[in-house]
């Protein structure tokens, strides 16, 4: 079975988080960029590959809290934006939900330098935790299909807030195993495994039924599963793209230290 290692893929990288998005490839796997929807940065491909010791546990990419213990996030929609009111509430009614189950705060942005900006690009994509300055977070709403709705939208802020997928988590080849030859050629960069110096769970276990979780069939060449669990009751509950698990809410509210 072929491995990939973080060498091997750092100048694939380089140039797969400038890839034009694969048609036909299902929305969330088009936007062309590290793990499909993960626009990264320089320093943060760097600090993955390279340093191996960013990401989740990097500060640097963190929201930063007000004095009352709350994490105002700014965010406009681009002016011109296809959204009809039907997705403009599904943004806000998901944004509602991390704002629920944790001390997030979605809010628009005035004159805020920082802030996510939500438009209609090429897939569902989003840059991953606070970047400095304007930061493009797509949902893409079209005849032909859309992201805008409440699972993915979640997905995508979760994304924007510091999290990277679940099934990158270091301790993941003890839940699930990985289908390389049921991976379409050029894509098995999408399922390396994170040194735990770089990805944390917060006090948390590997997430079966976290909204960061790939799909069974993920970047699928053949429609044969690319993930398979080592329990089979647990098959058909990686992908969901409902709701937050139980696990997603504790990880964002460990990582900010929500009170």
Partial sequence: MKRYTFPVWLSAVYVLCNAAPAVDL????????????????????????????????????????DSMGFVPVPFLIRPATPYAQAQHSTIRLAMNEIERNTCLRFIP??????????????????????????????????????????????????????????????????????????IENGMEHNFL??????VGLFSTTYDIESIMHYSRSAFSRNGRDTITTFNPNHQNRIGQRIRMSQGDITRIRNMYNCR
């Fill in 26 to 65: 299902p929305l969330e796997e088009q936007g062309g960029f590290f793990e499909g929807d993960m626009n990264l940065t320089p320093s943060q491909i760097r600090d993955i590959f390279v340093n191996r010791n960013a990401g989740l546990l990097n500060t640097n990419y963190r929201w930063t809290p």
């Fill in 109 to 182: 942005r005035t004159n805020q330098r920082d802030y996510i900006e939500i438009f209609s690009g090429s897939g569902c994509w989003s840059r991953v935790g606070r970047n400095g300055g304007p930061q493009e977070l797509s949902l893409a709403h079209s005849a032909s299909g859309t992201c805008v709705t409440n699972g993915i939208v979640i997905h995508e802020l979760i994304h924007a807030l510091g999290f990277y997928h679940m099934q990158s988590s270091p301790n993941r080849d003890n839940f699930v195993r990985i289908n390389y030859e049921n």
């Fill in 193 to 198: 495994r994170y040194d735990s110096n770089a």
